[in-house]
């Protein structure tokens, strides 16, 4: 295993020491509890949002914390749930009389142990689930999990909390946004988590993972390695039959690296789902490309569509500043 | 080879085509030239900043195009320079009256093509040459390469231009900056050119590549892989014992990750890169951590301390609007 490490079981530490100092400009952190909220929150009531998970998506979910966006991150280890302790510490950190959202993706750990500390906390709360990921089925047995759109949800809601909306409605207004996004994915090489020190997966030079998630798992099926162009073919035609877009729709096209893929190839990749979509008369009327919810090493990217209506637009446009999100 | 791509020769046109659609917003782009230059420039006469090169570095150049930074970048095939053409009509192009400023790494190709542009320039103008990677010793035949720290030279530059400086300010400014500005690269992998389509260079699993520039060539020194402390020491060491930074000095510390190294990693160096500074009484005033100047797919990252005076500082402070740098 070739990394910039010390010991495996300081990394995280260490490296949100640095996230946070190289941040302090916007950001607090408790080292204790492992948890990144915003400096300077909002002083009348609003809405605190709050996300987590495991670490090793960089920069989701501490990148994106920060004005018009998320109050707190709460890290657990690397593709490992945060504790409800760790929950409960961020939203005592940074609820204001206005209750807390929790903004979680689909994972079992991740949905047990925000259940938890919504059930420990004292003040008005909801959560909403990202499951954006179309590789699985509607019906898969554990639901579809939450990846790249989830840094959607968390803007547009962010956004809306923001402008003072209540938890009503940034809950509703999230899980619309969820249903409006459709994202999926495809490697090229497996990702090494440090602890294990070994690929979680092997692919012949000649293969490709289609269907992946986020935490090194297999995804729904290992093919040939083709071109660009029916890569994303591929991709494209699932995401478009998920969410049945109709021609003139608009939409926010989102090409996600993984983290070791080359942002010419990324912009390879926006090209030709571009394309895709113009024959089809969608409107792309927003773009994001880049690494935002990241696999530790691994070699791919995922392909995510949000149909954006007026409303969904402008909060999208609102300002936001973050470490790694940052405009208006 | 395991990349998104359609023909290793169509691969830069598809992309940069991407990546202006993304970028329409603020940028516009000559297909013909590969030239990417700032939407809506100023009205009244403004020195223009130009740089470019080989790509495989992105966002170097492209996306540093844009309001408070480059006037236009070009483009050459990968890492491979542009030619005097693309320069010419990158000058011809945004040229409004108070001359060009050519920013230059210092590598042969780009250095010969950019003098030829320059007298093909009917225009006042001028170069900065920048060569901040001190793996290499300042007596090297072909002069120290232009790594990392181009783009603090072009941030800052680019700040003085917007603000009205002419030309000769322009030219001053940037030899400073290239005069106070230390770079030093870490390779734990090759890299792999698509027309190449295998490794430039090849390392054991437990060797890392010390003193590597971005184009995939071999560093300083072949050596054992350590812990992430003892490289970023040995990284450190050198750039401040070239810099000879005093105790109380004012520094920008940049950690840019090569394009395969994860978020966590580049904080983690930047957390120890940090501490090192601090224990010399070396103030850390502004950070910069991220992929910026990449080498394609290398597994790696380079340390960049700048030494900034008050006037550097408000420079690097002032709003900037491109693709990959946005602030103020």
């Known amino acids: 295993m070739k990394k910039f490490i010390n010991r495996p ?162 809950k509703a207004l999230g899980d619309k946004v969820n249903e409006a996004t459709a994202s999926m994915g495809v490697a090229l090489s497996s990702c090494t988590v440090p602890a294990l020190g070994k690929p979680t997966f092997k692919l012949a030079d000649d293969e490709i993972e289609m269907g992946v998630g986020i935490h090194g798992e297999h995804g729904c099926k290992t093919q040939p390695l083709t071109d660009a162009n029916s890569i994303v073919a591929q991709l494209m035609t699932t995401i478009c039959e998920d969410l049945k877009c109709s021609a003139e729709q608009s939409v926010l096209l989102h090409v996600n690296g993984f983290g070791a893929t080359p942002s010419m190839e990324l912009y390879l990749v926006y090209e030709i789902a571009s394309q895709f979509l113009a024959i089809r008369g969608i409107k792309v009327v927003r773009s994001l490309v880049g690494n935002y919810t990241t696999s530790l090493d691994m070699a791919g990217c995922s392909i995510t569509v949000t149909c954006l209506d007026e409303a969904l637009l402008l909060l999208w446009d609102a300002p936001v500043h973050t470490a790694n999100l940052r405009w208006g």
Chains 1, 2 share one sequence.
């Open 9 to 170: 079981e300081t990394l995280l530490a260490e490296s949100l020491a640095g996230f946070s100092k190289a941040h302090a400009n916007i950001l607090n952190y408790d080292a204790e509890q492992k948890v990144i909220t915003r400096l300077n929150g909002s002083e009348k009531p609003k809405v605190a949002i709050i996300s987590g998970g495991g670490t090793g998506h960089e920069p989701l979910h501490a990148g994106f914390v920060g004005m018009g966006m998320l109050d707190a991150a709460c890290s657990g280890e690397i593709f490992t749930s945060p504790t409800p302790f760790q929950m409960e510490a961020a939203a005592n950190c940074v609820e204001n009389g206005a209750g807390v959202l929790f903004i979680v993706k689909n994972y079992a750990g991740d949905v047990m142990n925000f259940e938890i500390a919504a059930e420990m906390l004292d003040c008005e709360n909801a959560s909403v689930l990202v499951c954006d990921d179309v590789s699985l089925p509607k019906d898969h047995s554990a639901g579809r999990r939450g990846v790249a759109g989830t840094l959607i949800v968390e803007k547009i809601v962010g956004a809306a909390a923001e402008k003072g909306a209540d938890l009503a409605t940034c």
